[in-house]
């Protein structure tokens, strides 16, 4: 018996629920179904359902009592952000579907094209649990990844062929594959994937599984800068690895060259549970490496022993705008979990050279060993300083988070400056206890020898700060730069760590010196420095031993001095030098932070400062001056100010080519002129006349380092000789 079947329908605004169909049937639609039953056998003539957005024809046969039959379809998409707003595009799908009488299940022709991407496809599949097996090819083609890049998430970018081939056996207990990829300009947004993948890559592999073991016959990987190989009996033994970087340099700059590993990896036991590594390496700035043992579980579980030597200024790019140099060697083993709670063993270092320019120290020579074990790192270190003494480092830190240190620093002979302001030579102990990582609590005694500080000739810091200053298209090379100088503030993600708590104490009985702008001060003292490194407080001072203070060849004693530190390394000043004149007691007083000291003048009874410093340069009141000592006071006053823009006497003095000029008055108020040269390296003259006519020359002969004959004549005709020996000690 025949049966014809025909159904026509049309449908208006259905709605599902499911909002990725519902965007392709909102529209109005029709369906046609055409088909017949004719002795057992089922034939679909037609099958259409056509949407504005959506279109699906299908057409086939079957027996049903032999359970056999095919069905060929073809269906396409309007636009596929109908279904995802992360793809765009129409797409297509077409091919065959067969099923034979032992139920197995047949597809060629399969193709689908969408977004620029091609795919086809053939295979067959026997369904059934007991006789599982299936077999199959895949061709994919895309020519422009970049539209995929919203859906990967990744700033996908250009074209890759892939092939696949496949097929299993023993009921789908064993499988095997070949596969190969060409790719074209890739980049996947993952800067240091990038520079791997960059231009050309080519990858084939040959691989299977069985349920003893993973089987890996052969994979080839080559890029312009990696290439790849690993070559395998296919039975389960070892696998050669060969792997080579062409340039190291494209992660640690400093280190240009090849980087090279080979040996042996051998999967062993169902899935791979167990992979035994033997792998050695090399690379450029004596880098090499030795690791054997085995990965347990997929990692969950290592036992591996390494050994070899790494060259620290890989680290740089993530120190900076400190610096590193040097080779560290190692020889450590893991067992148990990765984590550093598994590792042993030591690292040693000898001869590495460190820069920490924000703290102004640089380290010659770093040497030491970190024995590593149970949870935590002995350390014992030795540094000597570029600017002289060492510090040693020793004792523990633990490895769980939190890093809790209880750490000895010894300072021998320490030299700190920062090449401006201070100098000094530092001798103690330091201890570090408690989480390094903030919190800890820094104590220990220092003693201080000779220490000097400069105040500098110039008002404020040397550099202007423009806070405002925008950059325009800066280039990469010039960021860098003032990122390593410190003038770039990066802003920290997440909370900042715990201040450190501080008792230290540090003495200096004597030898503190401060000089500059006239001022020659011995001090001494004690300071105990409490509080935290984000609030330091500071007990304490260095007091006045001795000093004078000198301008214009006036000496004056200092009668108070004092150094305190209020939570820097700039200490605050405060000198008072006295003298009298007629009755009046004259005062320099020099207040304020080493780097820029205010100067100013006081006077008992009180004078003006303009008056105070003609009676301490001149011995007299302004009003009995000269224009030129005029300008020469001003000169001093630029000099104590620490600007030399008024320095009317030393611009005339460089004019003419002299060492010195000097404009005085006499005792009986005649004005009086001195000019100095240097004839030749060890002869100096030096010729003085005053407005009253009397006139002299002074000649100076050095004969040695210690010894001097000196000379003179003048108009009236007072005349000398004399030898001079002199010492510093």
């Keep these: 018996m025949r049966v014809d079947i025909t ?23 029709t369906l046609l179904i055409e088909a017949a039953h004719d002795d057992g056998t089922v034939t679909l003539r037609d099958l259409r359902l056509a ?41 297509e799908a077409r091919g065959m579907i067969a099923r034979d009488a032992d139920g197995a299940l047949t597809a060629t022709g399969l193709a689908a094209q969408l977004m620029g991407a091609t795919l086809d496809a053939t295979g067959t599949v026997q369904p059934d649990p007991e006789a599982f097996a299936a077999t199959g090819n895949v061709a994919a083609k895309v020519a422009d990844l970049s539209r995929f890049a919203a859906l990967a998430g990744q700033p996908l970018r250009g074209s890759l062929d892939l092939t696949a081939e496949g097929e299993t056996s023993d009921s789908g207990n064993a499988l095997s594959l070949s596969t190969t990829l060409e790719g074209r300009d890739l980049a996947t947004g993952i800067a240091q994937l990038d520079q791997i993948i960059a231009g050309r890559l080519s990858l084939s592999a040959q691989a299977g599984r069985t349920p003893e073991r993973i089987e890996i016959r052969n994979i080839s990987l080559e890029t312009p ?53 033997d792998l050695d390496a090399t690379g450029p700035g004596g880098t090499t490496a030795a690791v054997s043992g085995n990965v347990i579980d997929h990692g969950a579980r290592l036992d591996l022993s390494a050994s070899g030597a790494l060259p620290l200024a890989l680290a740089n790019s993530f120190i900076q705008p400190n610096a590193i140099n040097g080779t560290a060697r190692y020889d450590l083993r893991v067992s148990g979990a990765p984590a550093l709670a598994s590792v042993s063993g ?30 935590r790192v002995q350390t014992d270190f030795t540094a000597r300083m570029r600017d002289g003494g060492q510090v040693t480092v020793t004792g523990p830190v633990s490895l769980t988070p939190g890093f809790n240190g209880d750490l000895s620093v010894g300072l021998a002979g320490l030299v700190l400056t920062d090449q401006l302001i201070y100098t000094t030579t530092a001798n103690g102990d330091v201890t570090l206890n408690g989480p390094l990582t903030g919190g800890a609590r820094i104590g220990g005694a220092i003693t201080l020898e000779e220490t000097n500080i400069r105040i500098p000739s110039g008002l404020g810091p040397a550099s202007v700060s423009l806070p405002d200053l925008q950059h325009v298209n800066e280039p990469a090379a010039a960021r860098a730069s003032r ?9 920290e993600s997440g909370g900042s760590s715990r201040p450190f708590a501080l008792d230290l104490s540090i003495s200096a009985p004597n030898r503190i010196f401060v000089r500059g702008r ?41 009668t108070e001095g004092r150094v305190t530190m209020q939570g820097s390394l700039d200490p605050y000043l405060r000198f008072v030098a006295e003298t009298e004149v007629e009755d009046t007691v004259l005062q320099v007083i ?81 004005t009086q002129v001195s000019a100095g040269a240097y004839i030749s390296d060890n002869i100096y003259t030096e010729v003085t006349a005053d407005s009253a006519g009397k006139q002299r020359i002074n000649l100076n002969l050095d004969v040695s380092n210690s010894v001097t004959v000196k000379g003179g004549a003048s108009n009236d005709g007072d005349t000398g000789v004399g030898i001079f020996f002199e010492r510093d000690y």
């Design 7 to 29: 159904l026509e329908a049309t449908t208006s605004g259905l709605a599902t629920g499911i909002a990725q169909l519902d965007g392709l049937i909102a529209s109005d639609g």
């Design 51 to 91: 949407y504005d957005a959506a279109r699906i024809n299908a057409s086939g046969s079957g027996v049903i009592a032999e359970q056999s039959g095919q069905l060929v379809f073809d269906a396409d998409l309007s636009d596929l952000a109908l279904i995802d707003a992360r793809l765009s595009g129409p797409a």
């Design 225 to 277: 800068q990696i290439s790849l190989t690993a070559a395998g009996d296919g039975a389960g033994g070892p696998v050669s690895i060969d792997a080579r970087l062409a340039n190291l340099g494209l992660f640690a700059p400093e280190f240009s060259g090849p980087l090279s590993a080979n040996g042996t990896v051998t999967l062993q036991g169902p899935e791979a549970r167990r992979v035994s590594l």
């Design 346 to 375: 030591t690292v040693t270092t000898q001869g590495t050279r460190v820069a920490l320019p924000e703290t102004g120290l640089a380290i010659d020579d770093l040497s030491g060993t970190a024995n590593l074990g149970q949870s």
């Design 483 to 491: 990122q390593r100088a410190g003038l770039i503030k990066i802003e």
């Design 518 to 558: 006239g001022l020659d001060a011995e001090l001494g003292g004690r300071l105990r420095i409490r509080g935290t490194t984000a609030a330091v407080a500071p007990d304490g001072f260095f007091e006045l031993v001795r000093g004078r203070f000198d301008i214009l060849g006036k000496r004056l004693t200092l």
């Design 590 to 670: 020099i207040d304020g932070l080493a780097s820029a000291p205010e100067v100013t003048f006081a006077s008992n009874p009180d004078l003006p400062q303009e008056e105070v410093v003609s009676r301490l340069i001149f011995g007299r009141g302004l009003d009995n001056i000269s224009p030129f000592q005029a300008a020469q006071m001003a000169s001093a006053v630029a000099t104590l100010t620490g600007s030399g823009q008024n320095d009317v006497v030393g611009r005339l003095r460089g004019a003419v080519g002299l060492a010195d000029l000097d404009v005085t008055q006499t005792e009986e108020g005649d």
